[in-house]
C-alpha cells in the first residue's frame, strides 16, 4: 500500500477533470467536461447511448488521450498513457464483459498477470491474501479454489470487482456491473460498491438503472451529447434526471451548456 492510500481520508479530492475533450475527426465526443471524485464517494456517471459515458471511462483507463482539458490526479496534473499505466497509477476499470477466465478458479483469476513470486508462485500466500480480501468485502464466494465456471453472474461481478482491488487503487471505475443480473444478484453487487466505498475508495459507476444508480450513489453526474448536463442527488426527483438524460432538463448546468453552442454556432 502507497503511502498516498495509507493517508487517505474519506471526502480527499482524488481526481479532477477540467474542459476535457476528445475529438475523433470530426465528431466531438466529449466537450468541455467537467468532474470531481472524492474518496469514499460513489460518483454515478448517466445518460443515453452516446452521450460519451464510455468515452470518458476510456480515457481515465488510458485507452483513449484527451484531444483538451486537464486531468488531475491526487493533487497532480497527469497524463495515462496507456491502460497499464492507468492502473498502476491507481485507477482500475471493471468492463463489462469482466474478461475473467472461466476455467481457472478464483486465485488464479484474482492474481492473473500480478502472480507472487511469478518464478516460483506463492500459492498459499496468494490464496490467504484472495480469503482476506473477499472476507473484507463480505463476499459471498463459497471458496477461493472455486472455478470461475460455477459461479452465478453476482459472485462473477464480486471476483472481477476484487481482482480490481488486489493493486489498492484510489479509483475504481464500473461499467453497468448489475446489466443482466436478477433482483438478488444486483442487490449483492450494490451492496459490495457501497463496501468498496466505505474502504475510502472512490467509484465511478456507469449505469442505465436509475433504482441501482439511487441505491448507492452520492452524486449524480448526468452526460448528454458528451457534455455535462447537470449534477444531481438521490433528492432530486426521477423526472429531473430523466429530463436531464433526454435534454428536456432547464437547469444552470444544461442553460450554460445551451449558450456555449450558440456561441460555437454563431
Known amino acids: 500500500m502507497t503511502q498516498t492510500q495509507t493517508t487517505r481520508k474519506h471526502g480527499d479530492l482524488l481526481l479532477k477533470m477540467s474542459g476535457v475533450s476528445k475529438q475523433f475527426g470530426a465528431v466531438t465526443a466529449l466537450g468541455d467536461i467537467e468532474l470531481e471524485v472524492h474518496a469514499g464517494e460513489v460518483v454515478a456517471l448517466v445518460g443515453d447511448n452516446g452521450a460519451g459515458k464510455t468515452t470518458l471511462v476510456k480515457v481515465l483507463a488510458g485507452v483513449h488521450q484527451p484531444t483538451s482539458g486537464t486531468i488531475e490526479y491526487l493533487g497532480e496534473e497527469v497524463t495515462f498513457d496507456n491502460p497499464r499505466k492507468a492502473l498502476e497509477m491507481g485507477i482500475a476499470t471493471v468492463f463489462q464483459d469482466l474478461a475473467l477466465c472461466e476455467n481457472l478458479d478464483v486465485v488464479a483469476n484474482l492474481f ?40 452465478s453472474g453476482g459472485q462473477r ?13 484510489e479509483i475504481i471505475m464500473l461499467d453497468e456491473p448489475t446489466a443482466a443480473l436478477g433482483v438478488a444478484q444486483t442487490a449483492e453487487v450494490l451492496n459490495l460498491i457501497e463496501r468498496v466505498s466505505g474502504r475510502g475508495h472512490g467509484v465511478i459507476l456507469i449505469s442505465h438503472n436509475m433504482e441501482d444508480v439511487r441505491a448507492v450513489a452520492d452524486r449524480i453526474v448526468v452526460l448528454r451529447l458528451g457534455r455535462n448536463n447537470g449534477v444531481f442527488t438521490t433528492e432530486n426527483s426521477h423526472e429531473e434526471l430523466v429530463s436531464a438524460i433526454t435534454g428536456a432538463s432547464d437547469n444552470s448546468v444544461s442553460r450554460r451548456e445551451a449558450r456555449k453552442l450558440e456561441t460555437t454556432t454563431d
Open 112 to 151: 492473473l498477470g500480478q502472480e507472487i513470486s511469478p518464478w516460483r508462485l506463492n500459492e498459499v500466500e496468494m490464496e490467504v491474501r484472495a480469503w482476506k480480501l473477499l472476507q473484507e468485502l463480505a463476499a459471498r464466494i463459497p471458496s477461493v479454489r472455486e472455478p470461475i465456471a460455477s459461479l
Open 157 to 169: 461481478q464480486t471476483v472481477a470487482i476484487a481482482r480490481s482491488l488486489v493493486m489498492e487503487p
